[in-house]
Every structure is written in structure tokens, then in C-alpha cells.
């Protein structure tokens, strides 16, 4: 384990250095990373083999379906309470029919005042009725602002009951399609402040940057390079603000990571089912037309991702907690502060022409406030921000087309520096970004296989009078292999390999429990046999393998660290360490069996039969 963090910790700096940017993490902040899932785990008495609960299994406890996430930090041995924020059964009809209830702040004292709590926590929890149930538990503390006051609540999870599993383009694989309703619980948990756990300074203020829809869900569906645009009316005593935003590539944008740039498509026959403006995404916050801050996002991979079996049990990094960035925009308060209402617009920038992004993004923010007893004025004294980044595209193919390659980087830097004067006095306030991208491609089998490489990593600070309040340091490595070329043939099949790293620490006004490190390593492989029915192409069987380790630690002494492993539908191994431990423990010692389960099963589709 050592020797494998050694060469982690190389290539990382290594990579570092050949982007030329401004690498972060530290390599102080990461080695305790490393050094914590390379020692022993304690060991606990609790985790015991038996065989697990599988695609057919009968049994009627359901198998846990999890994400690896960082439990939220809460406060210990003080007073709290628990109430139901809704429960539906999202079934066939639910599609673009999201459930909307009444919320109102609890009012128990048990709860702590209201607007005052020392945090607060979602948990989801939802029953397949197929025996898998998921769970996450989320921190929502820097929300406390919207939960102080009496609103509606909107759930959307837009559910299909279709026996098929099926898709016209091999590329974005089968669809698979929940065979039942879904029963959903979604509850909070409040939080009094205690002696030790005192009252965050989260915002005073949160405006949506959303499409405001009473009944559909408020994230705008950008397909061009128009984005999304929300109108916000800022007040003019507001001393800081941060934009939080949310991006989810989806359709033929969800595995843009993968795409190919288009002066290469010619390359390959339309059969393989590329799909083309190149792998680079980045997402743009704009004030009134003017880019004010940009996200280059972690690849998210959903749960049917590249290959579904992949992901059961184990889930990649971010698919039911998917994270958010954040852009400081205080230096731009000169301009918001104004009582006057201006446009913020969220968009994606990506390599094609007219638009440069294929169909579809999901994108939405929140604007978090902060007040305080007199205006604020000042200028804007310093902009340097282009409204694309510096990329590059180079590749080339060997004869006949036999292997292709393709190579894209890309650079930014981004600061916006203002002269504020509110309640503190005179503030330079600077926001600044460097950001670096790399991604190299190879292809053969007229593109049926493909080997994809990542790397999008960088640092965004905000300093005030030499004091940094806002600090994220990112470095997101991704790998993929996938083949398909075995797709079309009769019982045809297709497979993948996945090795993926979400290296992370955050210093944020935001975030309530000061700097947070997080740190996921994971590796997935897996492959889907298909039947020979004519027309729609049914999974039939498959197998899927997922290892992960994961480390979180925060400057107040908080720590949770975790080595996970699933195989075939079955839970192999799971370690889990650290001061927050028992607020998310290992899954049930009797769904662990360190061999294995036997797959995904399923009977086959209309048409031939397999002898």
C-alpha cells in the first residue's frame, strides 16, 4: 500500500507541473490522505461472511445500495429533532410530475431556534421494491437561511415502469428502467446549538438561480450556448456574496468526457456511435453578460453508467451527493448591490460550433448573501477574464484508420479584484482561478474501443486584505476503457474499466465546520451480455467489481476514513475508521461475502433462446 502511494503522490506531481498551473491540493494536505488508508484499520467484531443478497434472491431484507460520501458533523450529546418533510410513491406517471408539499420550520424546542441551528441534515431514504434500498444523508446547514421561513418543497424523480431495457445508439447503453414504483421518505434533522457545536456564520440570504417553476423542477435544461438565466434583486447592505452552483451533464452530454473532437469524427463510421464536441466542459457564471467566475467539473458517473454493473452495490464518487462549486462574486457587489434587479446566467462552454455543447445540461445555483448594517460601495479595480479559456487540439491516425488518437488541454486564469467599503471599512477583495485540463483519447475497431484519459485539476482562492475566506483546491484524475465491439453480435456483449480520483479540499464561507479534505480513489470493471431479440436488445447477465477508499478530515479534528469493496451484487469487504464512524458504520456484517455474489440474471429477451 505503501508503494502505491508513493506513485499516486509522483503522478500527481508530476501532472502538476506539466500543466503549469497553480497546483492544489497541497501536497501537505494530501499525504495525511494517504497516509491514514495505508495504515491498519481498527478492527471491528461486526463484519462476519454469509451470502449475499443478490438480483433473484427472495429474501425480503433489502440489499444496501450506497454512495461513499463524508457523514456531516453535528453536534454531540446536545438537543435535536426529526421531522418528515415528505413521503411518495413515485410510479409509472410521475415522469415530469415532481411532488410538491408545504414546508413550515419546526417548532419544537428540541429543534433549537428557529433560523438559529447548529445544523441540519436531509436524509433520503428510498425502497426499491425489488430489495434494494438506498440511503444518504446530506448536510444542509448552509441552507439555514431557506429553512427559516415557510415555503413549498418540490421532489422530482421523474420514474418509468417499462419491462424494456433498450436504446437506439450502443453509446449511451441499455436504459434501465425502474420495473416498480419508488417509495421515498425524505426527513431533516434539526440541530440546537450546544456549548461546543455554537451556530454558524451561514448567509443571511439565499436567492435561486433557477427557472422558478411552481411544479417542474427549477434547474434550467441548456442544450446551446444561451444557458440559463435567473434575475436577481441584491440589497444593497450585502457585505459578501457566493454563488453556488450545481452542473449534471445528461443524454448525449452525459459522458462528455468521452467525447470526441469534432475535426476527428470523420475518422470513424456513424455505426460506432461517437458522439462529437471534444471532452472539454466548462461551466460559466455570467453577471449581467459579464463572466464573473467558471466551474470545470469532477465526471460524474451514474449508476448506469458506461456499464451498469459497475455500480451495484457500490456507487461511483458523487452519483447520489453530486458535488457543488462555488465562485465568490463580492468583488462584483459594486454592480449587484444596487437595488436594481440584474441577470446572472449559468452556462456550458464546450468544443463544437454553433453550439458548442451537445444536448443536454442541468444546470442551477444558489446565491448566498451576506448582510450588514450599511451599504456597501466600491469599484471594481482589476478584471482579467477571457471569456474562453486557451485550449488546444492535436491527434492523428495511423494507416487505414487503425488507431486514432486525439489529445485536448486547456489552461485558465481568471481574477477580479474590487475596492469595497461597508461594514468592516475599506476591503480588497480579489477572486482568482487557475485551472488546468488535459485529456488524451486512443481508438480502434473503428472507435468500438476506447481508452480515455483525464486529468482536470486547479484552485480557486478569494482573498480579503491578504486573508483567504474562500479556498478550493481540486485534482480530479479519470481513466476509462470501454468495448464494444462485440455490441452487434448475436448474445453480443459489451464491458468497461474505470479507475477514478476525486482529491478535494475546501475552505469555504459556505461550509460550516471550517476546511475539509476529502479524498476518493476507486477502480470499477465490469461487462453486460446481451440477447439476440429482434429490434430492442435486453441485458441478460453480467458482472460488475467496484473497490473504493476514501478519507475525510477537517481542521476541527473530524475524521472518516473507509476501504469498501463489492463484487457481482454482493458486498466483499468494508472498513470503516475514523472519529465519524458511527455516524455512517460499515453495511450489515451479514451482506458481506468475501467471494462474491453471482452476477446480474436476468431471463432472456423475445426471440432466440440461448441451447
Known amino acids: 500500500m505503501t508503494r502505491f502511494r508513493d506513485m499516486i503522490l509522483y503522478l500527481f506531481f508530476l501532472l502538476c507541473g506539466a500543466l503549469l498551473v497553480h497546483c492544489q491540493p497541497s501536497p501537505e494536505e494530501i499525504e495525511p490522505l494517504y497516509s491514514a488508508l495505508s495504515s491498519d484499520a481498527p478492527d471491528y467484531p461486526n463484519i462476519q461472511p454469509r451470502v449475499p443478497l443478490s ?9 444496501v445500495d450506497l454512495q461513499v460520501y463524508a457523514p456531516p458533523v453535528v453536534p454531540i450529546n446536545g438537543t435535536k429533532c426529526t421531522v418528515e418533510l415528505l413521503k411518495y410513491e413515485f410510479g409509472d406517471g410521475s415522469y415530469g410530475v415532481p411532488a410538491v408539499v408545504p414546508y413550515s420550520p419546526p417548532q419544537h ?7 438559529h441551528w447548529a445544523a441540519i441534515t436531509l436524509n433520503v431514504t428510498s425502497l426499491y421494491l425489488s430489495h434494494v434500498e438506498i440511503d444518504s444523508v446530506k448536510d444542509v446547514t448552509h441552507y439555514s437561511a431557506l429553512f427559516a421561513a415557510s415555503s413549498e418543497l418540490l421532489m422530482d424523480f421523474s420514474n418509468i415502469i417499462s419491462p424494456d431495457f433498450f436504446t437506439p445508439d450502443l453509446r ?3 436504459a434501465i428502467l425502474i420495473l416498480c414504483a419508488l417509495a421515498v421518505t425524505l426527513t431533516a434533522t434539526f440541530y440546537a446549538p450546544t456549548r461546543r457545536s455554537s451556530e454558524p456564520p451561514v448567509s443571511d440570504l439565499i436567492l435561486p438561480i433557477s427557472n422558478l417553476s411552481p411544479n417542474q423542477s427549477n434547474y434550467s435544461t441548456v442544450g446551446d450556448d444561451l444557458g440559463g438565466t435567473a434575475n436577481v434583486t441584491v440589497r444593497r447592505n450585502a457585505q459578501q456574496a457566493v454563488l453556488e452552483i450545481y452542473a449534471s451533464g445528461n443524454s448525449e452530454e452525459e459522458f462528455w468526457y468521452l467525447n470526441t473532437p469534432d475535426e476527428f469524427l470523420p475518422y470513424f463510421p456513424k455505426s460506432a456511435g461517437l458522439i462529437g464536441k471534444g471532452p472539454f466542459r466548462e461551466v460559466q457564471a455570467l453577471i449581467g453578460g459579464q463572466l464573473a467566475g467558471v466551474v470545470w467539473p469532477h465526471a460524474v458517473i451514474y449508476t448506469g453508467g458506461i456499464t451498469p454493473t459497475n455500480w451495484r452495490p457500490l456507487t461511483a464518487y458523487g452519483t447520489y451527493d453530486q458535488p457543488t462549486y462555488f465562485v465568490d462574486v463580492t468583488p462584483s457587489l459594486p454592480l449587484l448591490a444596487d437595488g436594481a434587479e440584474h441577470s446572472i446566467t449559468l452556462r456550458v462552454l464546450g468544443q463544437g460550433q454553433s453550439p458548442s455543447i451537445n ?4 444546470l442551477s445555483g444558489s446565491l448566498h448573501l451576506w448582510l450588514g448594517r450599511i451599504n456597501v460601495s466600491g469599484r471594481i479595480v482589476r478584471y482579467e477574464a477571457s471569456i474562453a479559456p486557451r485550449t488546444k487540439t492535436t491527434g492523428g491516425a495511423a494507416a487505414d484508420n487503425a488507431t486514432v488518437r486525439t ?13 469595497l467599503s461597508g461594514d468592516h471599512g475599506p476591503r480588497v477583495v480579489r477572486f482568482e482561478q487557475h485551472l488546468g485540463y488535459s485529456n488524451e483519447q486512443k481508438y480502434v475497431g473503428d472507435g468500438l474501443v476506447q481508452w480515455g484519459e483525464q486529468l482536470t485539476e486547479g484552485t480557486t482562492t478569494s482573498i480579503v486584505n491578504g486573508k483567504t475566506v474562500l479556498r478550493d483546491a481540486f485534482s480530479f484524475p479519470l481513466s476509462v476503457f470501454s468495448n464494444y465491439s462485440l455490441y452487434d453480435i448475436q448474445f453480443g456483449a459489451y464491458g468497461s474499466a474505470i479507475n477514478q480520483t476525486y482529491a478535494r479540499v475546501l475552505e469555504l464561507p ?3 465546520h471550517g476546511k475539509q479534505s476529502i479524498l476518493s480513489i476507486q477502480h470499477a470493471r465490469g461487462w453486460v451480455g446481451m440477447d439476440d431479440a429482434p429490434g430492442l436488445r435486453h441485458a441478460i447477465n453480467g458482472t460488475g467489481a467496484t473497490d473504493q477508499q476514501f478519507a475525510f478530515t477537517t481542521d476541527g479534528g473530524e475524521t472518516y476514513f473507509r476501504r469498501i469493496a463489492a463484487k457481482n451484487d454482493a458486498w466483499v469487504k468494508d472498513e470503516v475508521w475514523g472519529t465519524l464512524r458511527d455516524e455512517e458504520p460499515p453495511v450489515p456484517r451479514e451482506q458481506v461475502f468475501p467471494g462474491g455474489g453471482p452476477g446480474f440474471r436476468r431471463e432472456l429477451g423475445l426471440g432466440r433462446r440461448a441451447r
Open 510 to 512: 459556505v461550509l460550516t
Open 109 to 115: 424546542s428540541s429543534c433549537g431556534l428557529t433560523g
Open 172 to 174: 449511451t447503453g441499455p
Open 359 to 362: 444536448s443536454n445540461w442541468f
Open 407 to 419: 489529445s485536448v488541454t486547456a489552461n485558465r486564469t481568471l481574477i477580479v479584484e474590487s475596492v
Open 55 to 63: 438480483t433473484n434472491d427472495p429474501t425480503a431484507s433489502p440489499l
